[in-house]
């Protein structure tokens, strides 16, 4: 996930800002809410924000977990079989004043057909009561979309907009509390549990960082808190009798080197990187140390990472590609079983299932967290409690208001409702079947028809449920058990901050850095030097900011 | 021999040596231009099985073809349609921008035309000045086009590179020409279509290539200005498909899997294709028409 997000991220803006005389003509055309370059930055805590929030309330109905979560989102609770007939949750019909609603939602799949020509969008409207008329967008350039929409003034009545593009926008805030409805008065308190009752089981943590500009605008997309895993072709490692797992960085490097083999034309790393940083117990961001805020790039750890991998490189452990170009597929590395282990997001295991499944033995295994040395601790990087976020139209009437969020809160159905397959798969037996393990399978119909878009009209609770992979379920939960002891106890912790665009403009060249430090560019004595210039290009100036925040918190 | 020492170097008789490396640098160049291709068309006709056992593009030929992928892609209605959307504001923009671009050409070739020097200097403003994404997104708005196929026409319509390569190439035409057509009494429009037309049948050629291509890939427009899918036109579906699904927090789609390599690159192939196979009728145009057009400026 992690890589996915910094994916979208490292995609280009295209020139948004270069307005001439001209255009500026043009632009008093509308009324707009002015976005410039970049945020500056700023900052709002949970706890001053309790009272925008709603109360935190289980959803009591539906399937107890087999194996039970974690309330603040650390573990996910695991499903292990489908129930024979999933509960429909929300009986009532939701859209009831007879009008659209009207939807800007991202896409990252292959289009679909719109209405009327879709089956799959006919049917869901007939469950709700009413249409919702979608706006897809590539997800890819989505910030096009958002900056042009906010910019027009002419938001929908439902519009997605995810956090990672949320932090390239200065004057966000301004634009969103200019645009979007304050969602308090209707949510606030035990209000949400009184009438939108599953939107009032997200975490409290994820609700906070809906709050704009000291209101709360955004219904939130719950996320786990794992950017990261390590993960290995197991069937691989087993045929070569060399099963077991390292439990630190030492014995990682010791089984790399007996089971790399070029000449086999098989690499023990398709990829590497954050999971040597977190072995060495680099921080997410930023660490408190003698009372003072302490950058990653700062750390002895993060010096320590960058040496162990350079020396991973030396070794000749990483595949080509990789060494080549760091954003190579590294899937396809594995899926074909020229690597051994990689990283990515938790969410990569299931996908390689997904599309690896013909290839006869594959075995993908997630690797508990490394410690830099035995008996050492990691430190696993801490994601933001919610990823994106979904806002309501400001000018709307309150009838239309509370329709766009009881139109949410069915979509926020859990795992095992109805709803929830309604959302993520279609009507069953015309979209999908359940096969013999339980598990939802496209028809040629839902494969074409069915595409993300009530799912991003809110959020919903995680679920550990990919059953259909022989213990998955157990050995995910069981991973994130191990990796919650070692979460980043962030000093940010709870609260939403908005990166200077200055300082995340300084990321990408950072990591080129590193690279090209681990493909023997550049030496491993000049990190030091490129943290120096780090430090007076932005990292100071980025210090005095978040150790700012950190003292209105009362977190220095 | 004192008159061979003063030939240039390329006067002289090739050697041996020189042809063949001559010939063979022209091999590699060709090598490395056609080796992409070969290896995007063998995968697109490739099974999903060898492209995994692969693990990226197929170079090798021998676990033979499919055409599995232009199946999976053309199975989605969407996919048909797109494709005649993207056919029809090819044909109609390219028609549209042709003839903007020689009316206003011939126009700026006439000094003393009426407001010339502004006109002409708002045109080459265009090449340093990019009016921006937001006010040519509030422009559009504001003129009605907003999930209108126009919307993908217009803002694109004239391009000033090819109204300053049109309008250098029809002044470089004799001027007797155009005082003949005149003592025979022919007005502007007749002097336009039956004089310089003809003659720059070259450089029309190249200019209506050069916006046909940027009509049949254009998709930034339609992804900012048309809602509805069903108007979408090929460049933006294939686009769809082509980018890396970026997987949600818990994504649905819990069975249908992203589209394979195989998919990828036979939509590369699509999008492709037809650049490729109209290339060839207007290449003998294209070095007549645009250098003489850029040089003679």
New interface residues.
């Given amino acids: 996930m992690g890589d996915n997000q910094n994916g979208t991220l490292r995609l280009h803006r295209r020139g948004l800002f270069q307005a001439s005389a001209a255009a500026a003509a043009a632009a008093s055309l509308a009324a707009c809410a002015d976005l410039d370059e970049g945020p500056e930055g700023t900052a709002a805590g949970s706890d001053e924000l309790a009272d925008l929030l709603p109360t935190y309330t289980p959803y009591e109905g539906g399937l107890e977990p087999d194996l039970p979560g974690q309330p603040d989102g650390t573990v996910t609770p695991g499903y292990l079989s489908r129930p024979e007939a999933p509960e429909q949750v929300v009986t009532e019909p939701v859209m009831t004043t007879g009008e659209d609603i009207t939807a800007i939602t991202p896409l990252w799949n292959p289009t679909p057909p719109g209405l009327p020509g879709n089956s799959y969008f006919t049917a869901v409207n007939e469950i709700l009561g009413g249409t919702v008329v979608f706006n897809i967008a590539d997800g890819n350039n989505y910030v096009d979309k958002i900056t042009t929409t906010l910019a027009g003034g002419d938001v929908p009545d439902m519009f997605q907009i995810p956090g990672w593009e949320i932090i390239k926008l200065s004057d966000f805030t301004e634009a969103a509390n200019e645009l979007f409805a304050d969602l308090s008065p209707y949510l606030a308190g035990d209000k949400a549990a009184a009438d939108y009752p599953l939107l009032a089981s997200y975490p409290t943590a994820a609700w906070a960082m809906g709050v704009f500009g000291g209101k709360l605008l955004g219904i939130p997309w719950e996320r786990s808190p794992y950017t990261n895993a390590l993960f290995t072709r197991q069937d691989l490692l087993d045929g070569l009798g060399l099963g077991e797992h390292p439990k630190d960085l030492e014995e990682l490097l010791a089984l790399a080197e007996e089971v790399n083999d070029p000449s086999a034309n098989r690499w023990a790393f398709a990829s590497l990187d954050q999971t040597v940083q977190e072995a060495m117990g680099v921080p997410t961001l930023w660490k408190v140390e003698d009372g003072k805020l302490v950058h990653k790039f700062e750390t002895e750890a993060f010096a320590a990472a960058i040496e162990y991998t350079r020396q991973v490189f030396d070794k000749g452990l990483v595949h080509p590609d990789y060494v080549a170009d760091r954003s190579t597929n590294a899937k396809e590395i594995i899926g074909s079983g020229q690597g051994l282990f990689f990283e990515d997001g938790v969410g990569a295991w299931h996908e390689m299932y997904q599309t690896y499944r013909g290839v006869e033995g594959f075995d993908l295994q997630i690797v508990d967290p490394l410690a830099r040395e035995a008996g050492g601790t990691p430190t696993i990087w801490r994601d933001d409690p919610a990823g994106m976020f979904t806002f309501i139209k400001k000018d709307l009437s309150e009838e239309r208001i509370k329709e766009c969020l009881r139109v949410a809160n069915w979509c926020s159905a859990p795992y095992e409702t109805l709803e929830y397959d309604l959302v993520s798969d279609g009507v069953e037996g015309v979209h999908f079947t359940v096969d013999a393990e339980g598990v939802p399978q496209r028809t040629e119909l839902g494969q074409t028809e069915v595409a993300p878009t009530y799912m991003f009209l809110s959020g919903r609770a995680n679920a550990n449920n990919k059953f259909q992979y022989p213990g998955m379920v157990e050995r995910l939960h069981e991973w994130e058990t191990n990796a919650a002891a070692f979460l980043d106890p962030s000093p940010f912790q709870g609260l939403r901050v908005e990166m200077p665009s200055d300082l995340s403009a300084e990321n990408e060249p950072m990591t080129e850095a590193c690279h090209e430090i681990y493909r023997g560019q550049r030496d491993v004595s000049e990190w030091a030097t490129i943290v120096d210039d780090w430090r007076a290009k932005v990292g100071d100036a980025a210090r005095e900011y978040y150790t700012k925040i950190a003292e209105d918190n009362d977190r220095l | 021999m004192s008159a061979k020492a003063k030939r240039a170097a390329w006067e002289e008789k090739p050697t041996v040596a020189g042809q063949t490396a001559k010939g063979a640098s022209i091999v590699v160049i060709a090598l490395l231009i056609l080796f992409p291709l070969y290896t995007i068309a063998l995968t697109s006709l490739s099974s999903?099985?060898t492209v995994?056992?692969?693990?990226?593009l197929v170079v090798w030929p021998g676990d033979g073809i499919t055409f599995e992928a232009y199946e999976q892609m053309f199975?989605?209605?969407?996919v048909l349609r797109?494709l005649v959307v993207s056919l029809a504001v090819t044909a109609v923009g390219t028609v549209v921008s042709v003839l903007v671009s020689i009316l206003g050409a011939y126009s700026l070739s006439k000094p003393g035309s009426f407001g010339h020097k502004t006109v002409l200097f708002s045109v080459l403003m265009m090449f340093v000045?990019?009016?921006?994404?937001?006010?040519?997104?509030?422009?559009v708005?504001?003129l009605g086009l907003r999930d209108n196929y126009l919307a993908m026409i217009l803002p694109m319509a004239v391009s000033a590179f090819n109204v300053v390569v049109l309008r250098a190439f029809f002044m470089s035409l004799p001027q007797e020409l155009f005082d003949s057509a005149r003592i025979d009494g022919a007005g502007e429009f007749r002097v336009l279509w039956q004089i310089v037309a003809p003659l720059s049948k070259a450089v029309i050629a190249v200019v209506t290539l050069f916006y046909a291509v940027a009509y049949w890939n254009s998709w930034?427009n339609a992804?900012?200005y048309l809602?509805?899918?069903?108007k979408?036109p090929l460049a933006?579906?294939l686009?769809?498909?082509v980018?890396?699904?970026?997987?949600?927090?818990?994504?649905?789609?819990?069975?249908?899997?992203?589209?394979?390599?195989a998919v990828k690159m036979a939509i590369v192939m699509v999008a492709i294709v037809p650049a490729l196979v109209i290339y060839p009728f207007v290449q003998k145009h294209f070095k007549k028409g645009v250098i003489i057009g850029a040089v003679k400026g």
């Avoid at chain 2, 995994?52 to 990226?56: A, D, E, L, P």
């Avoid at chain 2, 199975?75 to 969407?78: A, D, I, L, T």
Wanted: charged share 10%; aromatic share 12%; proline share 12%.
């Fill in positions: 999903a099985e995994q056992r692969v693990g990226g199975r989605n209605p969407v797109s000045v990019f009016p921006g994404l937001i006010p040519v997104y509030l422009w708005s504001a930034f992804f900012l809602d509805d899918t069903s979408w933006l579906v686009r769809t498909y980018v890396e699904s970026a997987p949600l927090p818990q994504a649905s789609g819990l069975s249908s899997a992203p589209p394979t390599l």
